[in-house]
């Protein structure tokens, strides 16, 4: 298989090959990893019970989708990026801001696969054949899981999405097999050394639907494009588009969170999930649980370090995509050593969706509105004016950005952070909402109502390709 050359440029018809099916697919497959399962153990780890812990991820992934789901209609009209058609709203420039929030996204969530697939993968070695669990097998088994992610997202988006169509088998079977392993231990009580994180129920209840459930979808906001740009809009409509994004998201998202809250319970895994899931895993199903870990980091971890590649050559230009990929390669896997020799998982993980998801949650509303205003019409090459190195067209605004939407997402982040509550910093605004973690709603609603006050209700855009043309037939 060759490797995929294409960068942010806009994809040809004729290469726009995938469909709604490949959707669900890349978006299941993906999601089946230990990456995506910790999240489920979040709320086990902030004192919750069964049924508590369930009803706060369902709620926060129902809501993370519906906010998020219509962005894979943006790429589907423009055949490029997210980032990059969010430029029709920031500026040619200006849509960096979406290229640096979904960069930040990717190395975070990529780094956290790795971590915790790296874990497991260790535990279950030295349980195995004897393996060592001291720093050196770690750096190793890290190193091992960061070069076999690399090779895969540098071959692109036709290689992931094989991988991901064989994991969305293959990594239910495991997950399946799995709810039987751990079966025998299972509790719905809250784990006993795991007190309410925030004191109470509600708050706690709150801070988990956002850090486990809401967090999940808003971790796409820059990532649907990428396999959206792929699907033809004159042979599948939006409806089914947007059909697709909701099942895989909410499928893909759901089975493995809702697998972490079982395991977690089961494993008494109230201050650590990777530690105590391999000790209360029987011998029997070390070996689908080490395949599970593998298979299911690299997958995941893939398709965030394809993402990767493609902001950071959406930055810079003159980087080739596979280059930029192995760049951010080499950077997310620092973060891995980093984030094992220097942090805690619990606080780690909610700190960072916590924060990212308060600068992402603006810059999101705001490309949902201006997508909304134009009515889904882009102009394909003014799209790529700064990638072509060149200036003009109807989206260079002032000097390639547009101040006020930029403005409306700086203000709209600002505003999040100032409401944001996590284990190493408490927001001033708490004051103001009870001390629950409000950051989400305050900075979606405050940049997307400065946005549709200070600018014009209809966006500049005019459908040039062939292709777009089609799709309003």
Request: with cysteine; aromatic share 8%; charged share 10%.
């Amino acid at each position: 298989m060759p490797i995929e050359q294409r960068g942010v440029d806009t994809v040809p018809e004729a290469e726009r090959t995938s469909g709604p099916r490949d959707l669900v697919a890349i978006l299941l497959g993906s999601n089946l990893c230990l990456g995506v399962i910790v999240f489920g153990w979040l709320p086990v780890s902030f004192g919750l019970d069964l049924w508590a812990s369930v009803t706060s991820v369902v709620a926060g992934t129902v809501v993370g989708v519906a906010v998020t789901a219509p962005l894979a209609l943006v790429s589907l009209r423009t055949a490029t990026n997210l980032s990059t058609s969010s430029g029709a709203f920031f500026g040619v420039r200006g849509r960096l801001v979406g290229s640096v929030v979904g960069l930040l996204l990717s190395l975070g969530y990529t780094a956290l696969t790795l971590w915790i697939g790296g874990d497991v993968m260790v535990g279950t070695l030295a349980r195995l054949v004897g393996l060592p669990t001291g720093g050196a097998s770690h750096a190793v088994v890290y190193a091992l899981l960061a070069a076999a992610t690399a090779v895969a997202a540098v071959y692109g988006y036709r290689l992931l999405l094989k991988l991901s169509k064989a994991l969305a088998v293959g990594m239910t079977v495991l997950l399946a097999i799995g709810l039987v392993a751990y079966a025998g231990d299972f509790t719905t009580a809250a784990v006993p050394e795991t007190p309410y994180l925030l004191g109470s129920f509600w708050p706690t209840w709150l801070l988990s639907a956002v850090a486990a459930g809401l967090s999940g979808p808003v971790a796409f906001i820059t990532l649907l494009g990428d396999y959206t740009r792929y699907v033809s809009p004159v042979r599948h409509s939006a409806k089914k588009v947007w059909y697709a994004t909701c099942l895989g998201l909410l499928v893909g998202l759901l089975i493995p969170q809702l697998f972490g809250t079982v395991t977690a319970l089961a494993s008494r895994g109230g201050l650590d999930y990777a530690g105590p899931l391999v000790a209360a895993s029987p011998a029997w199903y070390l070996v689908p649980l080490l395949l599970a870990a593998t298979a299911g980091s690299v997958g995941n971890a893939g398709l965030m370090l394809y993402s990767m590649g493609l902001d950071l050559d959406a930055i810079l230009p003159r980087a080739t995509r596979a280059r930029a990929t192995l760049v951010v390669a080499a950077v997310a896997t620092a973060f891995v050593f980093l984030g094992h020799f220097a942090s805690d998982a619990q606080t780690a993980m909610t700190s960072f969706v916590l924060l990212l998801t308060a600068i992402g949650t603006p810059w999101a509303v705001i490309t949902l509105i201006g997508h909304a205003r134009c009515g889904g019409s882009y102009d394909p090459e003014a799209l790529q004016v700064y990638n072509n190195r060149s200036r003009g067209g109807i989206y260079w605004f002032s000097a390639g950005w547009h101040p006020r939407a930029t403005a409306s997402w700086a203000i709209g982040a600002a505003v999040g952070l100032a409401g944001v509550s996590t284990p190493l910093y408490e927001a001033p605004l708490l004051a103001l909402t009870g001390g629950i973690d409000c950051s989400f709603v305050l900075s979606g609603v405050a940049g997307g109502a400065l946005y549709a006050v200070l600018t014009p209700k209809k966006a500049p855009g005019t459908v040039t390709a062939p292709e777009a043309l089609a799709a309003t037939e």
